[in-house]
């Protein structure tokens, strides 16, 4: 990115420097289209979880951001991480779309585990993840997830989901920075 910058300064500079007469060069530059995460994101997502399991805290999870559905906003992907969420199969993934100022869950994927990873390829408007899978005495390996419509499928160990040997973009490495949650402290009135 820095890289990027400079030689977008230097191409600045350089035809800041010619004649009049000529015409500067054009020069393209590719750059990465980031499309952030809403402002207080992070906030938001922690509330999110309080709100929403309340029994579950304090719990450990890792976040990212990424653009499922190509409308320019973030979605979050949350890997939960804590004995609420985790079983000898995995634990609880949520993929989380924003709806006004609030979060509305697209994906609530059980006995999954990191890696998760996007690919290219989408359906139903949405791009398609994988989630590795394992333990429990069930498969191992990376299971596809394909929107339908209205979410992710719930069970990455039973169809719709599938195993695949497809890779993408890495969200959540197999060891994730976890984040940790305490349960908000109640007042006492």
Request: glycine content about 8%.
């Amino acid at each position: 990115m820095h890289r990027l910058l400079a030689a977008s300064a230097i191409a600045f500079a350089l035809s800041a420097c010619s004649r009049p007469e000529e015409e500067a060069p054009v020069t393209e530059t590719a750059t990465e289209v980031v499309s952030p995460a809403p402002a207080n994101a992070e906030e938001d997502i922690r509330h999110f979880l309080l709100q929403e399991y309340p029994d579950a805290a304090p719990l450990k999870y890792a976040l990212a951001w990424h653009d499922l559905d190509g409308d320019g906003a973030d979605e979050a992907i949350v890997h939960l991480v804590t004995p609420y969420f985790c079983g000898s199969g995995g634990c609880n993934t949520l993929v989380l779309t924003g709806a006004g100022p609030m979060w509305r869950k697209v994906g609530e994927i059980s006995v999954s585990r990191t890696p998760v990873s996007v690919l290219e390829t989408r359906s139903n408007g949405w791009k398609d993840l994988t989630v590795a899978i394992g333990g429990g005495g069930g498969a191992s390996g990376n299971a596809l997830l394909k929107f339908d419509g209205t979410a992710y499928p719930s069970n990455p160990t039973v169809a719709p989901a599938e195993m695949t040997d497809a890779t993408g973009t890495e969200l959540l490495p197999e060891e994730p920075v976890l984040i940790e949650l305490a349960a908000e402290e109640k007042s006492t009135s």
